[in-house]
């Protein structure tokens, strides 16, 4: 995805994956926008209503730009 994207276009993608099935890559994407476009207003706004959708405040304990740390040694373990 390009982080480049003004506000609008990122909460309209995550909001398309959101509708389609997949809410955890709705999620990331949001994160990825909160990442390059700091304290936006449209952004915080849509993160808010995905996390209360789902229960409340959402983890970043394992989030990062280049994926979930654990998936990466999990799908990495035949090469150790």
Request: glycine fraction near 8%; charged fraction near 25%; charge should be negative.
């Amino acid at each position: 995805m390009d982080l480049d994207f003004p506000p609008e276009v990122i909460v309209q993608f995550s909001a398309a994956l959101y509708n389609s099935g997949f809410p955890a890559e709705a999620a990331d994407v949001l994160r990825m926008g909160l990442k390059r476009h700091i304290k936006n207003g449209i952004l915080e706004e849509n993160w808010k209503k995905l996390s209360d959708a789902h229960g409340g405040a959402l983890s970043d304990a394992r989030w990062s730009m280049d994926g979930d740390s654990l998936y990466h040694e999990t799908i990495n373990w035949t090469e150790k």
